[in-house]
């Protein structure tokens, strides 16, 4: 069996390989300062800035979206045992690829202290996850000091230790296994003989 970091590697070439940086046209740039007095906007276009033709590189957040589609899933699997591996595996793939793109390890699999964990493991993913939306969310506002990179990284880690404590107590309260087992057959059996850049 394959160890949580050497999976990260291949979901993280794998990822690369398939989906890039995760260019999206659906997002937009602005340019401030060109737009002229009677230009037409878009609806929702704030004066004083232009629309222009990017492409944006999600990074890291693409598969941190992903993170919180599966949680939707597994909280909607309602302990059925299908469902319930299926969404864990694909969370810790997702997991795996965010690392990567995060340029950090698998997040360590340390106790956290009595005050951090939740009775229920699902309402500890769900606060967790919600922490690590917070920390990129005021990093790219810019704001409560999450512009600084070492704040930001205390505070993800922090976020992410949580996180994976609460999926491994949820593994282990709702499965008959652990999350390296489910997240190896995830990987191995699913997602990387899926071949999304092929003609259909």
Not at 15 to 31: D, M, S, W
Not at 161 to 187: C, D, M, P
């Amino acid at each position: 069996m394959q160890t949580f970091e050497q999976i990260q590697f291949q979901i993280g070439a794998w990822n690369v390989k398939t989906f890039g940086r995760h260019e999206t046209p659906h997002l937009h740039a602005y340019e401030p300062g060109t737009i002229k007095h009677n230009y037409a906007r878009a609806e929702g276009e704030r004066p004083g800035a232009r629309r222009v033709g990017l492409v944006v590189a999600l990074g890291s957040l693409a598969p941190l979206m992903g993170i919180m589609e599966e949680v939707g899933e597994l909280m909607a699997a309602d302990e059925d045992a299908e469902r319930t591996h299926d969404a864990l595996g694909d969370i810790a793939v997702y997991l795996c690829d965010y690392c990567c793109r995060e340029n950090i390890p698998y997040p360590a699999r340390a106790a956290v202290t009595k005050k951090a964990q939740y009775a229920s493991p699902g309402t500890g993913l769900v606060v967790y996850l919600g922490h690590l939306y917070h920390c990129h969310l005021k990093r790219y506002q810019r704001i409560r000091g999450y512009h600084d990179p070492g704040v930001f990284s205390i505070a993800r880690a922090e976020a992410l230790r949580g996180f994976v404590w609460h999926l491994e107590a949820f593994t282990k309260k709702y499965t008959s296994t652990n999350l390296l087992t489910i997240l190896n057959q995830t990987w191995n059996q699913v997602v990387k003989k899926r071949k999304y850049n092929e003609p259909s």
